[in-house]
């Protein structure tokens, strides 16, 4: 399975934009780049996902870098509310279902 | 509509027992994973359940064992507890798109399990 890397721990302040970063420079051609988070005390959800092209949805966007080799998700107003564990994570095309899970970032929010 | 479900919410257990975790699926869903989360970890897939059967396994000794029913919900069975057992079950759901899974559908996690293993 191909390993993607984050910071352990990330600092916002409420109201501003957010860049989480991940690497993942053993990507293959037709692995997914999908992104869940986890707050305080509940289950992972999801939060978008994509292969090639930039995606937008009304959680987040996902910028991934013309190599693939690595991708940021930008939160554009931090909310406390987003405070969390995020996941990126990499889906081979013919290997649905399972999701692997790194260590993920760690997002503080201060109001 | 009610998203996955899962208890109980907390279990207490000692070791060398045996024990059931129960999952409902999310409205429509017919595809179940299971996750093991220990404290300060990402979760780690145990297995997925597609039409009453195991389709995918993670890496889970054979004390770990799972069944799903024809409403979809599913089972999880751990025998002989270990201590290390000790973590949170998370309960996934999902639409199965593709033959053999899709790379693209979308988990539904349940607040999970939390076992202790004394």
């Known amino acids: 399975d191909a390993k993607t890397t984050q910071p352990n721990s990330m600092e916002s302040n409420e109201e501003e934009p957010v860049h989480l970063p991940c690497n993942h420079s053993?990507?293959?051609?037709?692995?997914?780049i999908h992104w869940y988070r986890q707050l305080p005390s509940q289950g992972p959800e999801y939060v978008i996902h994509?292969?090639?092209s930039n995606v937008n949805n009304r959680m987040a966007s996902l910028a991934i870098a013309e190599d693939r080799k690595s991708s940021t998700l930008i939160l554009h107003r931090a909310t406390l509310r987003d405070a969390a564990v995020y996941y990126c994570?990499?889906?081979?095309?013919?290997?649905?279902?399972?999701?692997?899970f790194g260590q993920g970032t760690e997002l503080s929010v201060k109001p | 509509d009610a998203g996955v479900t899962q208890s109980p919410t907390h279990l207490i257990k000692t070791r060398g027992q045996q024990v059931t975790l129960r999952c409902s699926p999310k409205?429509?869903?017919?595809?179940v994973s299971w996750y093991q989360q220990a404290l300060g970890q990402g979760p780690q897939f145990i297995f997925q359940?597609?039409?009453?059967?195991?389709?995918q396994r993670g890496n889970f000794p054979d004390r770990f064992s799972g069944h799903q029913f024809p409403n979809y919900s599913s089972e999880l069975n751990v025998n002989a507890l270990l201590l290390g057992d000790s973590a949170l079950y998370l309960c996934?759901?999902?639409?199965?798109?593709?033959?053999?899974?899709?790379?693209?559908?979308?988990?539904?996690f349940g607040p999970g399990t939390r076992l202790t293993v004394l």
């Open positions: 996934a759901s999902s639409l199965e798109v593709l033959a053999g899974g899709s790379s693209t559908d979308t988990q539904y």
């Open positions: 053993t990507i293959s051609g037709t692995d997914y």
């Open positions: 994509g292969l090639t």
């Open positions: 994570i990499l889906r081979p095309y013919n290997q649905g279902g399972k999701l692997i």
């Open positions: 409205s429509g869903h017919d595809t």
């Open positions: 359940y597609y039409e009453e059967e195991e389709r």
